[in-house]
């Protein structure tokens, strides 16, 4: 069946350091996926799309993924994590003959320390 | 960027009351809307799509009498709970994706509704 899932629902990290939050998708034809943001009781921001243009995909905030075939994955990073990235984080797929519906993983809760 | 208004963003009634939830596309047109609804710390569940001149396609379990979708013209959705009881209580999110550039368009969020019915 075809799936998204994100390992870790609750990330933390301290000011500065690597955020790395992962994706991994379920099904035999690549879907094109999505990255959102969520902050606390508001709707979802897109960060980033995959659309097979290019692996390595750069998105707002200072946020890349990086599409892995191999691995059917598509794990977000941002290289220094910064106060204000805190928030809710959503992968979502948009699978083939799925009729345009986006399946959405758990989220993962990031928080940031001083 | 591409924009979406969702209106009310907050909803306080008694049980009983219907509730009606507007989803605007700003700069783009959107022949298809989606309506979402949020648990605390979950994920959005779909509820339904909603087509542009055409009924709603509802997901498994969600009551299309319950939820009444409206999608009137292309910039436009509303979603109304009727008589609304406390487990209808949630956040209610809405989504557009633009009817022009190709399948690997992304949605485009509202800010959602907070509806509580006491």
């Known amino acids: 069946a075809q799936s998204v899932t994100q390992l870790g629902s609750h990330v933390s990290v301290s000011e500065g350091a690597l955020v790395l939050l992962r994706c991994n998708y379920s099904?035999?034809?690549?879907?094109?996926l999505f990255w959102y943001v969520q902050y606390p009781n508001q709707g979802l921001q897109l960060l980033l799309k995959y659309t097979s243009a290019a692996t390595l995909v750069k998105g707002i905030n200072g946020f890349e993924a990086e599409f892995k075939k191999s691995e059917t994955s598509f794990h977000l990073t941002k290289p220094s994590a910064h106060m204000s990235d805190a928030a809710e984080y959503f992968c979502a797929a948009l699978f083939s003959g799925g009729y345009n519906k986006l399946i959405f993983g758990a989220g993962t809760r990031l928080a940031v320390h001083p | 960027g591409a924009v979406v208004s969702q209106h009310p963003s907050r909803v306080i009634c008694k049980s009983g009351t219907s509730v009606k939830i507007e989803c605007r596309s700003l700069d783009f047109q959107a022949t298809t809307m989606f309506w979402y609804r949020q648990f605390p710390k979950q994920s959005l569940m779909l509820m339904a799509t909603?087509?542009?001149?055409?009924?709603?396609?509802?997901e498994q379990g969600v009551e299309k009498d319950k939820f009444l979708i409206n999608h009137a013209s292309l910039t436009l959705s509303t979603l109304t709970v009727t008589s609304a009881h406390p487990e209808d209580s949630s956040f209610y999110i809405c989504?557009?994706?633009?009817?022009?550039?190709?399948?690997?368009?992304?949605?485009?969020f509202g800010d959602g509704t907070r509806l509580s019915i006491l």
């Open positions: 909603s087509n542009e001149g055409s009924k709603a396609t509802y």
């Open positions: 989504s557009a994706r633009p009817s022009t550039g190709g399948d690997n368009q992304p949605q485009h």
């Open positions: 099904s035999s034809v690549p879907p094109y």
